[in-house]
Every structure is written in structure tokens, then in C-alpha cells.
């Protein structure tokens, strides 16, 4: 559990940081993605340390293994054939609504080619 709470401290100290660096420079830059990602690791690791000698939470038994197992089935089945890549591009297999699948794709692709910010 506490290698969770560093993990989820760690990726949102990151995109904070680079958040603010973001708003700071006007882009977000190279140097300023690398230097929220040390941050990130940074407060990861700070985490982890402080909770090292917190208690331990009881091992799952045999059912709770095997809810967990059958639910990493299931979210497999239906979430790793959504997106796949053909040369250039992002396809998509399922005829159905993938949701904002799209709108995060192109966001992404936005803000990791320097968008501005706004200041």
C-alpha cells in the first residue's frame, strides 16, 4: 500500500509541477517536463520513505484473489483492443462510443508539442 500512495503521490507532485512550469514559461518545454518528473520522483520517494515503517495491510486470501484476477480479466478484454496503431496513425477496432477516448488522444498530442499557456 505504501508503494500505491508514493506511485499516486508521485504522478500528481509531477503533473503539478508541470502545471505550474507550464504557466510559468508560457509552454511547457523540455526542461521543464524533466524537471517535473524529478519532482514527481522526488516526493515519490519522500512518500515512500515517511510510510516505510507503517503497518502492513493483511494479505488478500483465495476469493479476493480471485475477484481481483477475474476484474483484471475482464478490464483487459475490453480496454487493450480499443486503440491500436497502423503506420502513422491511431485506429480504433470497436464500432461503439469509446467515450473521450479521442479528446485525450488529442490533448495529449497538444500539450507534448509545446502548447502555450495561458498567462
Do not use: C
Request: glycine share 12%; aromatic share 10%.
Amino acid at each position: 500500500m505504501n508503494a500505491l500512495a508514493a506511485a499516486l503521490s508521485a504522478i500528481a507532485a509531477a503533473v503539478l509541477l508541470g502545471i505550474a512550469l507550464g504557466f510559468q514559461n508560457g509552454a511547457l518545454t523540455p526542461e521543464g517536463a524533466l524537471l517535473s518528473l524529478g519532482g514527481g520522483l522526488l516526493v515519490g520517494a519522500l512518500v515512500w520513505w515517511r510510510g516505510r515503517r507503517e503497518p502492513k495491510l493483511p494479505r488478500p486470501g483465495g476469493w479476493a484473489i480471485a475477484a481481483l484476477v477475474l476484474f483484471a480479466i475482464f478490464s483487459l478484454r475490453a480496454f487493450l483492443w480499443l486503440i491500436f496503431r497502423e503506420g502513422d496513425e491511431l485506429r480504433v477496432l470497436s464500432p461503439n462510443n469509446q467515450g473521450d477516448i479521442a479528446l485525450h488522444i488529442t490533448f495529449i498530442r497538444y500539450l507534448a508539442n509545446g502548447a502555450p499557456f495561458a498567462r
